[in-house]
DNA sequence: GCCAACTTTTAGAATAGGTCTAATTCTCAC
DNA sequence: GTGAGAATTAGACCTATTCTAAAAGTTGGC
């Protein structure tokens, strides 16, 4: 557990957009961090009490946004219902699962995401894309996409993309 | 105008999930062609009723969610906020203008679809792909993409994709 | 080290966008 | 035309936020 590298690296994205780095935000982060199966802010709220009760829901909800907007976690919005929060930044996609309710990452390349963006015509200029897969996943293979990692991952740059 | 047409065609996609044709559904999927904005649910209730002043807002809520079960209308979730409606039904994605908030259809070719659903994993069977860029539409050349046709279309049979 | 200005946290009230309920109305098959 | 099921309606209710105002924490200038 490196988590302390972690929260370097993230009070000086919040420093970068103007914000303080506070043990609460360095809490959900964490939070975030240790089980990627994109909560609500209401999962993350229980999760978050475990180690610090006294936190309040509005709190969690202002982290959260501090946390958008330094651009160290992608809020996503699959039908209607409470956001979800995914703190992997390299470009992905995301698949629903139908049936389990899950969500799982699904990794992009550069070329195909250039390949999607190539369809909006001239004049259209899009500064991220966000593709969202819904369907079954077979009984079978199905580790192929590990949707939980304790271990805490370095930080990429690559935040505009995807 | 030959929404009579469309009518015919809307009783039978609702017969065709064990729904009824009435007067309240085909209102509101007629202002669902009318101006195809991506309206939300409250925005469909007014310009109901300026046809059909005594329409309630739940039967709207009941009429969309019946026109999406049949298939003829899609509900979209940009970002947190309420649900909006399409009944584009060809394939296509959704560019949303970050400033003006307004969102517009973009073709999909089956070609690009499939190029995109070759990232998912052995194993990972998608019925669907939803893809939304967010981005801004610059002063040139905005007209590629009508964003308002009072002419119906005719309905057509490809739904699952996109 | 101390203070004014600013940021952050907090509890609880308020709000937006739906969803549910129960009563009425409508429609179709007989 | 009658009974069963489907659809509509008004209004209560619910959920996921967002707002508000007060308290607590933090920071640079002295």
Redesign the pocket.
Known sequence: MRSDLNTDVLSQKLANSG??S?P??EVVYNVLLQKRDHP???EVYARVRTEMP??????V???LE?LVQCEVVRAVNFE????RYCPNLKPHAHFHDEKSGETYDVDLTPSLLDQVRAVLPPGYDASSVEIIFRGAVKPSAPAAIPRTESAAMPIRANVGAA
């Open positions: 914000l303080r506070t609460q935000r609500t802010a209401d006294t936190i309040s829901l509005a709190t909800y202002n982290c501090a209607r219902g409470p956001t």
